[in-house]
C-alpha cells in the first residue's frame, strides 16, 4: 500500500542546474500538489492539478515548471536552481478538492 | 497576510497533561484539517471539520465557524504525542496552512 512517493528523498545541486521531482500515487486521485515547506513558514503552494492533462500556478511558482501527462504521476522541475530554492518539497494528493490530503514523504533539496 | 494563525508556536508538557492549541483564520471555508508531522518529516491528516466537533481516540477537535476559530485538544498526553500540529483551511480552491504548533511531551 504505497500511497503517494516521492522520489529522491534527498538531493544537492549547484546553482544553474536543473532536475525533476516525481511524484507518484495509486489511490487514482484527481487532484495532484506539490509544496514547498521552510522554516518559520507554513506548507505554501507551488503549482496543482485537479487532473490528468491540467496544471494551475499556487502561491509560489516562480521557478519552477510541472506536468501531469499520467494520471498517478505529478512531476515539478526546477529549470535553473537557485540557493532560494533549498527546501523541503512535499507532493500531496485527495480525491476531491477540499478532502483530506495523502502527502508523500518529502524531498529535502540543497542548492549550493 | 497570513491567513491562517496558530498558537502557541511552541508547547512542552508533562505526561498527562490536557493540551490546547489553537488555530484562527481570516477567509470563509467549506473545511478546515488538522495535520501531524512527526519529527521524521511524514505528514499525515487528522481530522477534517466543517462544524462541531470531532474526537478520534484522545485527540479532539472542534471548530466555531462564526468566530473563525478551531482547536485540537490532547487527553493525557503522552510522549508519543511529540509531533508538529498543523492547521490548514480550504476557502474554495486551494489549502491554506499554518506555520505549525511544535509539541514537546515529556515524560
Known amino acids: 500500500n504505497a500511497g503517494v512517493t516521492q522520489t529522491p528523498k534527498f538531493r544537492v545541486l549547484k546553482t544553474g542546474q536543473s532536475m525533476t521531482l516525481l511524484c507518484a500515487q495509486d489511490m487514482n486521485h484527481e487532484y495532484m500538489y506539490w509544496y514547498r515547506q521552510d522554516p518559520g513558514m507554513g506548507l505554501r503552494l507551488i503549482h496543482y492539478s485537479v487532473g490528468e492533462g491540467t496544471t494551475a500556478k499556487g502561491e509560489v511558482p516562480d521557478g519552477y515548471n510541472v506536468s501531469r501527462l499520467k494520471k498517478q504521476n505529478f512531476l515539478l522541475g526546477l529549470e535553473s536552481a537557485a540557493p532560494s530554492q533549498t527546501s523541503v518539497y512535499f507532493c500531496?494528493?485527495?480525491?476531491?478538492?477540499?478532502?483530506?490530503?495523502?502527502f508523500g514523504d518529502g524531498t529535502r533539496l540543497s542548492i549550493l | 497576510k497570513n491567513e491562517v494563525e496558530q498558537s502557541p508556536q511552541n508547547l512542552t508538557a508533562q505526561e498527562g497533561e490536557f493540551i490546547t492549541i489553537n488555530c484562527s483564520y481570516s477567509?470563509?471555508?467549506?473545511?478546515l484539517h488538522w495535520l501531524q508531522q512527526h519529527p521524521g518529516g511524514g505528514i499525515v491528516s487528522l481530522f477534517m471539520l466543517s462544524s462541531g466537533k470531532k474526537k478520534h481516540g484522545r485527540l479532539i477537535a472542534t471548530i466555531n465557524i462564526q468566530e473563525k476559530h478551531s482547536s485540537l485538544h490532547i487527553t493525557a498526553s503522552h510522549p508519543r504525542d511529540s509531533a508538529v500540529y498543523i492547521c490548514?483551511?480550504?476557502?474554495?480552491?486551494?489549502?491554506?496552512f499554518g506555520t505549525g504548533t511544535s509539541l514537546t511531551v515529556i515524560p
Open positions: 500531496a494528493s485527495t480525491n476531491w478538492g477540499n478532502q483530506p490530503q495523502h
Open positions: 477567509v470563509g471555508i467549506s473545511a
Open positions: 490548514a483551511v480550504f476557502p474554495g480552491n486551494q489549502f491554506y
